[in-house]
Each structure stands twice: as C-alpha cells, then as structure tokens.
DNA sequence: CTCGACACAAATAG
DNA sequence: CCTATTTGTGTCGA
C-alpha cells in the first residue's frame, strides 16, 4: 500500500480542458500517501480538519454565492448559522467553515489488549472529521457526488504502550490475534442496508485526467492518548509539516513505522453513486453513511487478508446528490416533512453540538459529534429572539441524541453554510470565539454498540464561548485551543442554540468589535 | 435517470 | 500584480 495513487503527477494529460493543466505543479497536493505527510499546503488544506483553507470553497462556489446573494432562495437555502469552527484564524476577515457532518459513535468489533503480561485492556478511539463539500439542505446533510470531500482519520489507543504487542479479539470469537500494525480507510454505506456499500473514489487534482481510485487503507500508529489534552494539537500539524502527534509515536520508535503518521486525510473524495431518488420521487430517499474504519494488521493469521476490522464509526447519513448545484436549488425536495423552512423551527432539538466536534472530537469518541444543530431557517438573527440565549447546558446530554440521534439530528436541520450568507447577513469576521474544547475523552468503549450517548464528552462548561478578544493568532498558533469562529448569522435558534454554547454569540454586540 | 466526460470560470495560493 | 493550480459546476452525451 505504498500509495494508492501514483504520485499525482500525470503530467500526462494532455488537453483536454484548456484550462490548465499541464502537470502537476502543485505537487504538494498529491494525494495523501499513508506513509508520508502532508507538506505544508496539504496540511493547511486538508488535512487540518480545522483549519482548511481559508475560504476557499465556500466562495467557491459560483452557484450558491451568487445565486444567494442576490436572491434569497426560498427559505430553505436560508442560510442558517454555521459553525464554524475553524480557526483560520488568524485573522479576521477569514470565512469560516460550516459545520461538518458529524460521525456517530464508535463500534467495536472486538476487543484488543496488550499481549503481555499486562494484558492490559485497550480502548480504542476513532476519530474522523469530515471535511469539506457537506452542507446541511432540507434539513439533511448532503453533498453532491460530483464535488470533493475529505475526511481526516486517527485513531488513539488507551493506554498506549507502544512496545507492546497487541491483540485482538473480535466479538464473538475466541481467536484473538496478534495485532503487527493498524490501518484506517474509509468507506460508504447505504442506509437502510450497511451490508450495500457504496464506492468511493478518490481524484487527483487532475481529476478527470488523473487516475482515480478508491481509497485504500492507509497504515496509521495510534495517536498518543495525551493528546487528548490538546484537542487541536493532535489535528493541527506542526508548522513544520509534520504532525506533531506523530513526533511523539515516532519518537517512541514504534513498531508500526516510521512513517507512519498518526492521522491521514483523504482527500478528493467522492462518491462514486449519488444516492437514490435524491427528493424527488415519492420513492424514499436513500441515505449512504460514510464510515471511518480502523483495520489491525494480523499478518496471515486470519487467512490470506491480514486486516481485520476492529472498529468503525459510522457518519450521520447523507445525502448525495448526482447532479448540478443548480437543479437543486430551485427544486424542492419534497418536502414536506422537514422543510426547514417550515418549520422554522427547526428546532428540534435535536441538538447539535457542532462545534466541538471538531477539536474535541478527537479525542473525544463518540461524543461530540454530532452536531447537527439545528438552525431551521430563521433568517432573522436577531429578531427572532433567540436572542442570545438561549442556550442550555442541556446539550450535552441530549436524550434524544441517541440512537438515531444521528438521524434526528439530521432531521433537524443542521445548520446550514451558505457562504453567501455570511456575506448578506453580516459579515464579522472577527467574531471568533475561541472554544476551548476539552472534553475528556472518556467513553467507553466497551461496547457501545452504535448509540450512545455522545454527549458526554461536550461540556459546556469548558467550551469558552467569548473571547473574542481579538486574539485569534493567538490561539491559533499557540495551539491548541480551537476557536470557532462564526460567521454572521447566528441563526441560531432557541433550541439548536442551546446545543452551542460556544458559539452563539451574542447578537450583536459582540461582534463588532474590532 | 444516472453516470461520466468535457469544458469553463472563479477563487486561491504563491 | 500576475500566474499557476485547483475545484465547482453547467452541459452534453452515453
């Protein structure tokens, strides 16, 4: 598994387009070889879960903005709140990134252990961000086939003790294995039915010139689990390229190899299928769920497949559409039923928690992810009155998140990136907060089976909402701290606020600040 | 109808 | 400021 792509170089292509390509320049943003790390563009880019570029999709897209800026579209496109977690922080004036669609919790497969005279149990993390290309429509989380996604993998192993053997021992069986190495990959699934995968194809930045692949898996050692503490540290990359969790495996000189990194991005990703009766049938609507896998390497004590699976997470389901931004817009999905507009409530409840589920969620498992949020579609920043408040602590433990919290989630209507929102409403960009996320990333992972609550690790408390200072360099590069930044509209509604504590940010007042 | 390919244009990054 | 690169997406054709 060297690199499942070849270097993206194609230079080869000749011209198809006339846009430009001649070759690869922009090496740097070769597709992510498992053993090697991003360089610096990549980091930035991709594989910072929290950091990506700057604005760069969102902009980007011709359609939304446009279209958004000058007519509204119907209400459901309104833009909602995002979260924004991203720090680019650094300055203001950067976009921020909308919310990502969250992952569910962790399913084990087995249990694994160090083999040694400890035996000492080992709970495992996934974590997975997805990064770039959803946005929430209808209420759903959705993306379209045709546009790239990435989705940034690590895993942690508690305790980490890199020496150790590990084994593994998958539910159900009584023939553990002896554990060489772990690999993440990621994969699709339909819905209604996980034993329906979907194919996923990864591009190089030629894209149609380029070579195309599914993504493979990509051999990770475990993220070291004092990480953990610094929820941006183990995502963000050192300025220097390298990740600086994987410093500290490496440093250790485990087993796994040098060269392997303790989180990989996969980058232009797509789906190979878009999901079926995307709205407009009658028929139901089909819902893949991309999941973020963890594969220990056995060597061939399982037969000739040296992976098995050990663990999975499983995203918020999803809609893909296969055809142009523009169809959509003027169509509505039926409608309905979770028309967000309509129900400008959306507010469900049903709670998101968006925010932190980038920083925290690394280390936290299953818990803060799901963010769905739901803003419906209050245009209204402040008027509606939600003023400010509404807010709760109860996000944390939302009950109702549980099992399908996903689902409900989703249903709720998540918050909702328009870009061109952000300009239409307001533009501050100085409003970041900084969130300190910390969540203690306990869960258990004992078995949870697929729901459980995820709530646990958010707090509240910890998440720092203000602190708009005007500090964001600061946190920034000082690390570890994460800062959401939020754009413009606080759509946030009174129930969906409450799962924000972090961001919702007072209406007006303090965002002008600077 | 969906998928795939081609091609254009916009935005970003350097 | 300019250019190279990358990506989103409109559209046509299969």
């Not at 610094?230 to 250790?252: I, K, N």
């Not at 769920?289 to 220990?296: D, N, R, S, Y």
Request: hydrophobic share 25%; charged share 15%; proline share 8%.
């Amino acid at each position: 598994m060297a690199h499942p792509f070849p270097p993206v170089a194609y230079g080869g292509s000749s011209s198809t387009a006339g846009q430009g390509m001649a070759h690869a320049h922009r090496s740097t943003t070769t597709l992510p070889h498992p053993g090697t790390h991003l360089s610096t563009r990549e980091l930035y880019t991709s594989a910072t879960p929290a950091f990506r570029r700057p604005d760069h999709h969102i902009q980007r897209s011709p359609s939304f903005s446009s279209l958004r800026r000058h007519n509204p579209l119907s209400p459901t496109s309104t833009p909602a709140a995002y979260a924004s977690l991203k720090m680019d922080a650094g300055y203001p004036g950067s976009k921020t990134q909308p919310s990502i669609p969250p992952l569910g919790s962790l399913t084990s497969l087995g249990h694994l252990s160090y083999s040694d005279q400890s035996s000492t149990p080992i709970k495992v993390d996934i974590n997975g961000v997805i990064d770039k290309g959803f946005f929430v429509a209808d209420s759903e989380w959705t993306c379209y086939r045709r546009n790239y996604f990435s989705c940034v993998c690590s895993f942690s192993l508690t305790p980490m003790m890199h020496n150790a053997p590990i084994r593994f021992l998958p539910t159900g069986s009584t023939q553990a294995y002896n554990v060489y190495g772990f690999a993440m990959c990621i994969s699709a699934v339909v819905s209604d039915n996980d034993s329906h995968t979907i194919d996923l194809v990864q591009h190089t930045p030629k894209r149609d010139k380029g070579p195309i692949a599914k993504p493979e898996k990509v051999r990770l050692s475990a993220k070291p689990p004092q990480a953990s503490h610094h929820p941006l540290t183990s995502l963000y990359a050192g300025p220097d390229g390298s990740l600086g969790s994987s410093r500290y495996e490496q440093g250790f000189g485990q087993s796994q190899q040098s060269s392997a990194p303790t989180e990989h991005t996969f980058e232009r990703i797509q789906f190979k299928q878009a999901t079926a009766n995307n709205g407009k049938r009658r028929a139901a609507q089909q819902y893949y769920h991309l999941i973020v896998e963890l594969w220990a390497d056995v060597g061939q004590q399982g037969g000739s497949d040296p992976w098995v699976k050990v663990a999975y997470r499983k995203s918020a389901k999803m809609i893909v559409r296969g055809r142009s931004p523009g169809h959509y817009q003027s169509e509505r999905r039926g409608s309905a039923s979770s028309g967000p507009g309509g129900s400008g409530g959306g507010s469900i409840g049903g709670g998101g928690y968006s925010s932190g589920m980038l920083g925290p969620s690394e280390y936290s498992t299953g818990s803060s992810m799901m963010g769905g949020g739901g803003y419906g579609q209050h245009y209204d920043p402040r008027s509606s009155g939600y003023g400010g408040t509404r807010h709760h602590h109860e996000l944390t433990m939302e009950p109702m998140i549980s099992a399908e919290e996903v689902k409900a989630i989703a249903d709720t209507k998540g918050y909702q990136y328009y870009p061109a929102t952000i300009y239409e409403g307001e533009q501050d960009p100085r409003h970041q907060q900084q969130v300190e996320l910390f969540s203690h990333a306990r869960h258990d992972v004992s078995e949870s089976g697929t729901t459980h609550s995820m709530s646990a690790a958010f707090d509240p408390t910890k998440v720092k909402s203000e602190m708009e200072a005007g500090l964001p360099s600061m946190f920034y590069h000082g690390g570890p701290y994460y800062s959401a930044q939020r754009c413009g509209r606080f759509e946030g509604k009174a129930t969906s606020s409450g799962q924000y504590p972090t961001l919702i940010p007072p209406p007006s007042t303090t965002m002008s600040m600077t």
